[in-house]
């Protein structure tokens, strides 16, 4: 947007505004130089991304692309923050994740930075019984306490009480969330529980303790089997409403129950999308409150949690990039709470140095970036409002489809919400199967000579509802393969590139292949003729024009020397050439046959 100072002078006054349609001929011009022949708006949709929830990003975003009022922040629909301030008093609040009690973890993390504890308690986390020995030495009335306890809510809000009553905490000053989620803990476990204990648990918050909410929704569960941004909204909404209306029934007014509410919500390294969602979940939560009856109490208090579905355990260390991009999407979008997952989370518990990592990747946002001291820096941006438009738009139809099938419980139970997000996971799986959505490390780039961290094991997680899926899962399968024969016979699988002509004619088509069937485990080999490599498969790796004369020769040659297989990097048609691979192509499948037939099992 340009705004014009004060004097009203404009140094672009003496030149014509450029069209629209103006911009779009000079799309058509580059895109006719790289063969497309498309004009107007299809030259326009060449460029488009498609995204899941049925969306599209445009390549231009202009003043035509109009959205909603988001308001002022601090002010319904909350879509600019949910509190006047936001984070510029001291930037977002820094919680850190802890599923055991290590000797001196947490008093590290509070000493260092972080501002409250998001602890993991009972199945998976630390004992009930511990509790007070993971909070020995926390002043109780400075760092709040997010509970995850599962089944064992009431157990362990139980403890925590008795803990600020030893610990002489006014329960007016306490802080904090007992996390207590049954439809959550359901979608974990396929488990139901029953609700009065986490509405007893509710009131007493509420009479007692002002400062402590006791419901978590938690998106998580949604977001890690599978679920894009819109159905991860829609069911934290529908779950969201399940628990106002338990509240209610319970006796609590609609405002007491809305302030016993706080949302978790993944954040991940597609920054807009998450800036996006994060904004459209507070515009949705104000809409629920406003036809409840009470739009002033609307404002939702959003906890953001780096994805675990985006961290790799091969080559870990680049997962520091990944939770640095949504740290850094979380803040601007406006979250009340952010936990950075350390960078080994997926091989097991963190040690200090992933810990230190984690916490001070806010830290430096905050105080270096100085990223809290603007107001929604993302508002106002073409983008950034229409996106936020149509990811809400998205979320309220999911919403509203689970309520037309009985609600939250009843798509969990019935499972309707299990089809979606496969369906959902099943569509994105292609595009990570073929690269189109690349995994720096694992998919692309990956190090098979890497000596990955060893963590000591986590503790299980609950399971039994929703799976759990990630990213590399694929990749990973075939790694593991590939380790497995490395043990039993001293060497990995291998793979002959027979390049052709000077490095100017074969290194993108080698480099390419070899980052290919090295992301499934499979060594490449450029050295020496094929006899002596070791391999019992090679690819061709030339440029187009070399192929036409030396493709079908060399394939023969190699099928002479024991190749048993020989692929082509590239299209087209080459006599003794059994297979092509090029971008796009379905990588998992390539090397999965591929070990499968080098008898990697």
């Known amino acids: 947007m340009t705004v014009l100072p004060d004097d009203g002078l404009s140094l672009a006054a003496e030149f014509p505004d450029a069209t629209h349609e103006q911009w779009q001929r000079l799309v058509e011009g580059v895109l006719r130089k790289s063969g497309r022949e498309v004009s107007g708006e299809a030259a326009e949709d060449a460029l488009s991304t498609t995204l899941e929830d049925g969306l599209r990003t445009r390549p231009l975003y202009t003043a035509r692309d109009t959205a909603p009022d988001p308001g002022l922040p601090g002010f319904a629909p909350y879509v600019r923050g949910g509190r006047p301030e936001v984070g510029t008093a001291g930037g977002w609040d820094i919680r850190q994740r802890h599923a055991a009690a290590h000797d001196g973890a947490v008093l590290a993390d509070l000493e260092n930075g972080v501002a409250s504890l998001w602890l993991i308690v009972g199945q998976g986390g630390i004992p009930v019984s511990g509790l007070a020995r993971a909070l020995d030495g926390v002043y109780l009335d ?30 007016k000053a306490v802080r904090g969330n007992l996390g207590a989620d049954p439809l959550g803990f359901e979608a974990r476990t396929g488990e139901s529980l029953a609700f009065a204990p986490v509405a007893e648990l509710a009131k007493q918050c509420a009479e007692e303790f002002p400062g402590v909410r006791a419901l978590t929704v938690d998106a998580l569960p949604y977001h890690e089997a599978g679920g894009s941004a819109g159905q991860e909204l829609g069911a934290s909404l529908a779950t969201g409403v399940a628990y106002l209306r338990e509240l209610t029934e319970a006796g609590l007014g609609i405002e007491q129950a809305l302030a016993q509410l706080e949302f978790r919500y993944a954040a991940t390294a597609d920054q807009f999308l998450t800036i996006a969602k994060l904004r459209a979940a507070r515009r949705l939560w104000a809409r ?6 009470a739009a002033d109490a609307g404002a939702q208090v959003q906890h953001a949690v780096t994805s675990p579905v985006m961290m790799s355990r091969r080559d870990p260390w680049v997962n520091m990039l990944r939770t640095t991009v949504a740290t850094l999407a979380a803040g601007v979008g406006g979250a009340d709470s952010v936990t950075v997952l350390p960078f080994d989370h997926a091989l097991g518990l963190p040690d200090a140095f992933a810990r230190r990592i984690a916490r001070n990747t806010s830290t430096i946002l905050v105080e270096e970036s100085h990223l809290a001291r603007v107001i929604d820096p993302a508002g106002g941006s073409w983008y950034v409002e229409r996106l936020t438009d149509e990811l809400a738009h998205a979320g309220w139809e999911f919403f509203r489809s689970i309520e037309r099938d009985g609600g939250q419980a009843a798509v969990l139970r019935s499972g309707r919400l299990r089809t979606d997000l496969a369906t959902t996971w099943a569509e994105r799986s292609k595009k990570l199967a073929k690269r189109r959505e690349p995994i720096t490390g694992v998919s692309e780039f990956p190090n098979l000579a890497e000596k990955p961290p060893v963590r000591e094991p986590a503790p299980e997680l609950p399971s039994g509802g929703l799976p759990r899926v990630r990213r590399d899962e694929a990749y990973e399968e075939l ?8 043990a039993a016979t001293g060497a990995r699988p291998r793979i002959y590139l027979a390049t052709i002509g000077p490095a100017a004619a074969y290194t993108a088509r080698a480099g390419f292949a070899a980052n290919l069937f090295q992301a499934g485990g499979i060594e490449t080999v450029t050295e020496g003729g094929f006899e002596e490599s070791g391999a019992t498969e090679a690819v061709l790796c030339s440029s187009d024009a070399l192929y036409a004369e030396h493709a079908e020769e060399t394939a023969r040659s190699l099928k002479a020397a024991g190749a048993g297989h020989v692929f082509l990097a590239g299209r087209g048609e080459y006599a003794g050439v059994d297979a092509y691979v090029f971008a796009g192509c ?16």
Not at 142 to 147: C, D, M, R, T
Not at 479 to 486: E, K, N
């Open 142 to 171: 400075l760092a709040p306490v997010a509970l995850d306890a599962g089944r064992e809510v009431a157990e362990a809000a139980a403890e925590l009480f008795r803990l600020y009553d030893e610990k002489g905490v006014d329960p």
């Open 288 to 293: 629920v409150a406003e036809v409840s009856g």
């Open 479 to 486: 790694r593991a393969r590939s380790d497995a024969h490395l």
């Open 586 to 601: 379905d990588a998992v499948a390539v090397l999965s046959e591929t070990l499968d037939r080098m008898g990697v099992s």
